[in-house]
Every structure is written in structure tokens, then in C-alpha cells.
């Protein structure tokens, strides 16, 4: 009888959420992409129009993505006569590893022929290594674009705005929106209101400094907004759009003035994409089968026999992951609608309208907690059959009449065929097939034949004998078990039946090395010969 290991579920239940926790707190770690300078400035905006007689702004960003923290920062520009740059704050001290911070550059005009200017701004600092301790000067350049002219006709201020660096926003990941609104007259705007509207797609946006309540003439400010997804939000992975509604009104004869501006945001879940290219998944559609299969195929292959060869490339491996997934799909609302119940959540989530990480985390839960219930069940119903199967498996203990009911659960006859040269205890044996042999198989059971002894030669043992003759010509030993074992408690005395003891080697049935078996079968159970 084949016997079944157990699977240490609570082993690779921990790996597992190792594995989630693991790539959750990766997403936290600061980084460069590959061949991004370690350092970075960003303009925001690239090009400046600056009117006569007065300034712009523009927002200097800088990242510094060292493991280490750099100082002696120190910003110059050129060509210095024929623009003006002021910096807010005048200096930057230091900037922590993986920190950012920002610089408000106030362009003016120098030269007033000067229409057109490419202005160089260059960005030194050093960089002391927290493991050699060198200290390492350097230098980043970034150029700004700026016209001169007149005063722009019509119209009392314009609007833009413009995403800092093309962040993706993930739950982790905020973004940064710079609003940038210009006073294109010669009177101070009274800046009323500023609404910013993601239109309920997830997006929480706010300013993350002051509004300014009053723009001067001809001035330029650039207004940060915090883009965050909002808690256990629910989207669909792509571009939102933002917009920001102005109203101004001037100051001498109070004039109303309204824009609008719109941006595009683009938004994603922390870690689906990276965690659907590493699993080889094309969408989170399919994401729940998927992980139900592997993980029992997993669990199955440690069952000794038979090993499973079902991969991803197997059509029934997607056949199977994309009819799990449709389950799940259907069921996944009434699951989470327990969660609520339970305290454990804050709504029922449905993951075709739209997801976030606390989906692709439930998800995963769910998703393996079923495959070990499905495996736990296979497994007993596996278990079962082969208890079921062994019951008809000869055994070494086994009594002649016991081993006839076996023959007949495993469906044969009363004709067995002959196995010789076979290898038992290191002795070679002769005997006769006692089971089915698969392809393949190089071991089996193989027995002596079995002996009916008449005891006695009265007319009443001549009848049972004629009773008996044609069931030892059929295939039938269910049946001649039954008739032997009726005739037996009728009378004890009158027959005995006994295995074939001829042969010291095998005295009963054994577990063999198959070396030949002889095709034509012959029957299995005879009339013992007399001794003479």
C-alpha cells in the first residue's frame, strides 16, 4: 500500500506572505531608474514669458537619489547681463539622502533689446561617502527658455499647469501638480478661489502651500498641489484627469475673471505591474485562477505518485486558471461583504469596476486559501481510492479463499498467467500473476496455485464436486469463493483448500522483480494430484 507524506501547509503559508510583505516594503525603498543621474533638477516650466517691466517664476526641482546626503549646494546662471535671477530660499544648506527639495527662481529682464534668451542654470554641490569618507564635488545643468515682450493684449491672467517629473501615483507614491498663474495686467487680482476637482475617480487633490491671496501686476506663481489616491480607493489603472477652476477679480473696478485648466494624471497600483510581469500574468483578470493552480500543483508535487507535468504553456493550465478566475470573479463581492460584517474591512470591493493593493493583497489570501481546500479535498478522495484499491491487492497473509475475492475486485479470472525466473529475496521463483500490470511496471504479486483437496470419497463428496466442476471452468471467483465456502460450513472435513507448497521458495503469495511473463494463462486453482 502506497503511503501519502504531509504537506507542511503552514510552511508555505508563511513563505508566502514573506513574499507579499517582502515586495510591499520594496516599493518604499528610494531609487534611480537605471542610467538616471543620481542627482536631478527639473524646470517647471522649461520656457518663461516674461513681460515688459516685469517678472516671472519658475520652480526648480531637485532630487537627490544618493545614499548619501549632499551639501554646499550653490546655483549660478548664465549669461548674467541681460537676465535677473532671485532664488526663494536665498540657499540651500543641505539636502538628505533621498530627500527633495525646491528652489523659486524670479526672472527679470536686464537688457531691454533682448527678446530671446536661453538661460544655463548650473547646479554644484559635494557629496561626502558615508563609507570612504572622500568628499566628491559635482555639477548638474539644466536651461531655461525665456522671451521678452510687451505686455500680452486682452485678458486679465492666464492659467497652466504641469506635472512634476511624470510620477505615477500608487498608494505609496504621491504626485506633485504646479499651477501656474500669471497676472497679464497692471493692477493687483484678487485671487478668489481655486477648485480643484478629480471628478470621484480616487484622486484627492490639495495644495500643499499657502494660496496666494493677491497676484501683482505682471506676476507669476506657481502653486503645489498634492495628488494622493484616497484610502482603500478602487481604480482602474490609467490617466485621470484633473481640473482646476480660477476665479479672479481685479482691484479697481473689480472685474470677475474665470479659467480653467485641466491635467493629466496617471495613476497605477503599487506593485501590479512589476508583480504580473515577475508571475508571467497578462492581467489581474486572470490572476486569481492562476494562483489557485499553481499553488495546487505545488502542493500536489510532493505527493510521491504520480508527479504532475502541467505547466503555464499546458492550454489546460489556462483552461483551468481562466474558469477559477470567472468564480472568483463572481464571488469576490460576497466575500469582501463578509469581511464587512466582520469588522474587517471598510465596503464590498469588486475588482472589475476597479482595484488597489488591498484587492491584489485579498486576492492573493483568497486566492492560495483555495487551492489548499481544493488540494485538501483531492487529496482525501485520492486517498480513499487508493484504500479503495488495496482492498483487491494481494497480500503475503493472504488464505486461498481470501485471495479468490480479490482477483474478482480487481476483475479477473480464474486463468492466470505464468510468470517464471521472477526475484524474490534474492531467489529466483516461478508462480502466477496475481494483479494487473501497467505499462512499465517491473514488480508485482505473483502466487503458487491453489490446491482443492477432497478428504473423503462418499457419494456426498462426488456431488459437491460436480456442484463445483463448472465454476472451476469459468471466470467467475467470486462465485466459487462463495459455493467453496458454503460447502465448508456444511461439512469442514469434507475439503481443504491450500496454496501449492511444492516449491520451498514460494509458499504463498509475494512481492516480486518481474524478470518474464508467459503470455497463455492457465488455471489458477486445480484439484490437488494424489500423492501416488
Known amino acids: 500500500m502506497k503511503k501519502h507524506s504531509r504537506f507542511p501547509l503552514l510552511l508555505s503559508t508563511l513563505l508566502v506572505s514573506i513574499a507579499v510583505i517582502g515586495?510591499?516594503?520594496?516599493?518604499?525603498?528610494?531609487?534611480?531608474?537605471?542610467?538616471?543621474?543620481?542627482?536631478?533638477?527639473?524646470?517647471?516650466?522649461?520656457?518663461?514669458?516674461?513681460?515688459?517691466?516685469?517678472?516671472?517664476?519658475?520652480?526648480?526641482?531637485?532630487?537627490?537619489?544618493?545614499?548619501?546626503?549632499?551639501?554646499?549646494?550653490?546655483?549660478?546662471?548664465?549669461?548674467?547681463?541681460?537676465v535677473s535671477i532671485v532664488t526663494s530660499p536665498l540657499t540651500i544648506d543641505s539636502i538628505p539622502a533621498g530627500e527633495t527639495r525646491t528652489?523659486?527662481?524670479?526672472?527679470?529682464?536686464?537688457?531691454?533689446?533682448?527678446?530671446?534668451?536661453?538661460?544655463?542654470?548650473?547646479?554644484?554641490?559635494?557629496?561626502?561617502?558615508?563609507?570612504s569618507g572622500n568628499l566628491t564635488a559635482d555639477l548638474e545643468v539644466e536651461t531655461l527658455q525665456v522671451s521678452f515682450g510687451p505686455t500680452p493684449a486682452g485678458g486679465v491672467f492666464t492659467a497652466s499647469a504641469q506635472m512634476a517629473g511624470g510620477t505615477t501615483v500608487s498608494e505609496k507614491q504621491p504626485g506633485l501638480i504646479y499651477l501656474f498663474l500669471k497676472n497679464t495686467t497692471s493692477e493687483v487680482l484678487n485671487v478668489m478661489s481655486?477648485?480643484?476637482?478629480?471628478?470621484?475617480?480616487?484622486?484627492?487633490?490639495?495644495?500643499?502651500?499657502?494660496?496666494?491671496?493677491?497676484?501683482?501686476?505682471?506676476?507669476?506663481?506657481?502653486?503645489?498641489?498634492?495628488?494622493?489616491?484616497?484610502?482603500?480607493?478602487?481604480?482602474?489603472?490609467?490617466?485621470?484627469?484633473?481640473?482646476?477652476?480660477?476665479?479672479?477679480?481685479?482691484?479697481?473696478?473689480g472685474q470677475i475673471a474665470r479659467d480653467s485648466v485641466t491635467q493629466e494624471v496617471n495613476t497605477g497600483v503599487l506593485g501590479e505591474s512589476d508583480l504580473l510581469t515577475l508571475l508571467g500574468v497578462p492581467s489581474i483578470l486572470v490572476l486569481p485562477g492562476f494562483l489557485m493552480v499553481v499553488t495546487f500543483l505545488w502542493l500536489w508535487s510532493w505527493k510521491p505518485e504520480p508527479k504532475t507535468t502541467i505547466d503555464a504553456k499546458d492550454p489546460r493550465f489556462w483552461l483551468a486558471a481562466i474558469t477559477l478566475s470567472m468564480g472568483m470573479a463572481a464571488l469576490y463581492p460576497h466575500l469582501t461583504g463578509l469581511l464587512v460584517k466582520m469588522g474587517l474591512l471598510d465596503q464590498v470591493r469588486d475588482y472589475l469596476s476597479g482595484f488597489g493593493l488591498v484587492d491584489i493583497v485579498l486576492l492573493w489570501v483568497i486566492s492560495i486559501l483555495v487551492a489548499v481546500i481544493i488540494y485538501l479535498?483531492?487529496?482525501?478522495?485520492?486517498?480513499?481510492?487508493?484504500?479503495?484499491?488495496?482492498?483487491?491487492?494481494?497480500?503475503?497473509?493472504?488464505?486461498?479463499?481470501?485471495?479468490?475475492?480479490?482477483?474478482?475486485?480487481?476483475?479477473?479470472?480464474?486463468?492466470?498467467?505464468?510468470?517464471?525466473?521472477?526475484?524474490?529475496?534474492?531467489?529466483?521463483?516461478?508462480?502466477?500473476?496475481?494483479?494487473?500490470?501497467?505499462?512499465?511496471?517491473?514488480?508485482?504479486?505473483?502466487?503458487?496455485?491453489?490446491?482443492?483437496?477432497w478428504l473423503t470419497d462418499d457419494e456426498r463428496t462426488k456431488d459437491k464436486r460436480r456442484q463445483?466442476?463448472?465454476?472451476?471452468?469459468?471466470?467467475?471467483?467470486?462465485?466459487?469463493?462463495?459455493?467453496?465456502?458454503?460447502?465448508?460450513?456444511?461439512?469442514?472435513?469434507?475439503?481443504?483448500?491450500?496454496?501449492?507448497?511444492?516449491?520451498?521458495?514460494?509458499?504463498?503469495?509475494?512481492?516480486?522483480?518481474?524478470?518474464?511473463?508467459?503470455?497463455?494463462?492457465?488455471?489458477?486453482?486445480?484439484?490437488?494430484p494424489s500423492d501416488g
Not at 520656457?47 to 544618493?66: F, H, T
Not at 487633490?205 to 503645489?224: C, G, N
Not at 482603500?232 to 490617466?239: F, H
Not at 472435513?493 to 518481474?514: M, R
Open 468 to 528: 463445483m466442476q463448472p465454476l472451476l471452468n469459468s471466470e467467475t471467483p467470486e462465485e466459487l469463493a462463495m459455493l467453496i465456502k458454503l460447502l465448508e460450513q456444511e461439512d469442514k472435513k469434507s475439503l481443504k483448500l491450500d496454496w501449492n507448497k511444492n516449491d520451498p521458495n514460494i509458499q504463498g503469495p509475494c512481492y516480486v522483480t518481474l524478470i518474464n511473463v508467459i503470455g497463455n494463462p492457465v488455471q489458477f486453482i486445480q484439484d490437488k
Open 377 to 453: 479535498a483531492a487529496l482525501r478522495i485520492d486517498i480513499r481510492i487508493e484504500k479503495y484499491k488495496t482492498r483487491f491487492i494481494p497480500g503475503k497473509n493472504d488464505k486461498p479463499l481470501s485471495l479468490l475475492r480479490k482477483l474478482h475486485g480487481q476483475g479477473l479470472g480464474l486463468r492466470r498467467p505464468e510468470v517464471s525466473g521472477a526475484i524474490f529475496l534474492d531467489k529466483t521463483v516461478d508462480g502466477y500473476l496475481l494483479e494487473k500490470l501497467d505499462e512499465g511496471q517491473k514488480a508485482a504479486w505473483i502466487g503458487p496455485l491453489i490446491y482443492i483437496s
Open 103 to 131: 528652489l523659486n527662481l524670479t526672472v527679470t529682464q536686464k537688457t531691454p533689446t533682448t527678446i530671446n534668451e536661453n538661460v544655463y542654470l548650473e547646479l554644484g554641490y559635494d557629496r561626502q561617502s558615508s563609507s
Open 194 to 253: 481655486i477648485q480643484a476637482n478629480a471628478n470621484n475617480q480616487g484622486l484627492k487633490v490639495s495644495p500643499s502651500a499657502k494660496t496666494p491671496l493677491e497676484l501683482e501686476p505682471f506676476d507669476q506663481v506657481a502653486i503645489p498641489y498634492l495628488v494622493e489616491l484616497e484610502n482603500n480607493s478602487a481604480l482602474q489603472p490609467g490617466k485621470i484627469l484633473v481640473d482646476f477652476d480660477i476665479t479672479v477679480k481685479t482691484s479697481t473696478n
Open 23 to 82: 515586495l510591499a516594503c520594496w516599493y518604499d525603498l528610494p531609487s534611480a531608474a537605471a542610467g538616471d543621474p543620481l542627482v536631478q533638477i527639473e524646470l517647471v516650466p522649461t520656457s518663461l514669458q516674461v513681460p515688459a517691466g516685469g517678472n516671472a517664476e519658475a520652480l526648480l526641482i531637485i532630487r537627490n537619489n544618493y545614499l548619501d546626503a549632499i551639501s554646499n549646494i550653490n546655483l549660478t546662471y548664465f549669461p548674467q547681463d541681460s
